[in-house]
T-cell receptor
């Protein structure tokens, strides 16, 4: 079983739609959690950190469920510019260090 | 420029040649990570430095791969006797802080390696 699992998609949604992604992780001792966005042939960029209490940044809401070992990302009122790959990042303890570990990413395509 | 810099941006090499990539992290970041990414996959962890100490290496890092961070600042990743399967984007990231970092990791633009 992979340490971090994501549905690769693609998720194909119209502008204005609400879309949600989930990500599951296997190491319960993981410390920090993030969502990153990656555009085609570019480096990943931090979208938001994820907390158990949930956090919101404009149209984006992230949630961590430690008991079930998953994190989620909700995008409301999708824009064409939201089209990208969304990478889930978890930091399991590996050999004494917390190592950021990525899922394979979920592709989002927002169409007019 | 206060971001993470990687050099070169692109490298084409013949199979069997050695290549070396450089990463300059954000100056106040003491943690540095190397990743490899192929099409349709997320970045795969290769190795991690805290200051000049290499604290963790992935099983992916065969004996043809070596990384250094001699003074705790820039880092180099060398691949010896390159193979076609080494073709990928090599990404470097840096971060500050300790356990429970909630500020994330900043990536460089990557070095795209093509082995022909």
């Amino acid at each position: 079983r992979k340490e971090v699992e994501q549905d690769p998609g693609p998720f194909n949604v119209p502008e204005g739609a609400t879309v949600a992604f989930n990500c599951t992780y296997s190491n319960s001792a993981s410390q920090s959690f993030f969502w990153y966005r990656q555009d085609c042939r570019k480096e990943p960029k931090l979208l938001m950190s994820v907390y158990s209490s949930g956090n919101e940044d404009g149209r984006f809401t992230a949630q961590l469920n430690r008991a079930s070992q998953y994190i989620s990302l909700l995008i409301r009122d999708s824009k064409l510019s939201d089209s990208a790959t969304y990478l889930c990042v978890v930091t399991p303890l590996r050999g004494g260090s917390y190592i950021p570990t990525f899922g394979r990413g979920t592709s989002l395509i927002v169409h007019p | 420029d206060t971001g993470v810099s990687q050099d070169p941006r692109h490298k084409i090499t013949k199979r069997g040649q050695n290549v070396t990539f450089r990463c300059d992290p954000i100056s106040e970041h003491n943690r540095l990570y190397w990743y490899r990414q192929t099409l349709g996959q997320g970045p795969e962890f290769l190795t991690y430095f805290q200051n000049e100490a290499q604290l963790e290496k992935s099983r992916l890092l065969s004996d043809r791969f070596s990384a250094e961070r001699p003074k705790g600042s820039f880092s180099t990743l060398e691949i010896q006797r390159t193979e076609q399967g080494d073709s990928a984007m090599y990404l470097c990231a840096s971060s500050s802080g300790a356990v429970g970092n909630n500020y994330g990791y900043t990536f460089g633009s990557g070095t795209r390696l093509t082995v022909v």
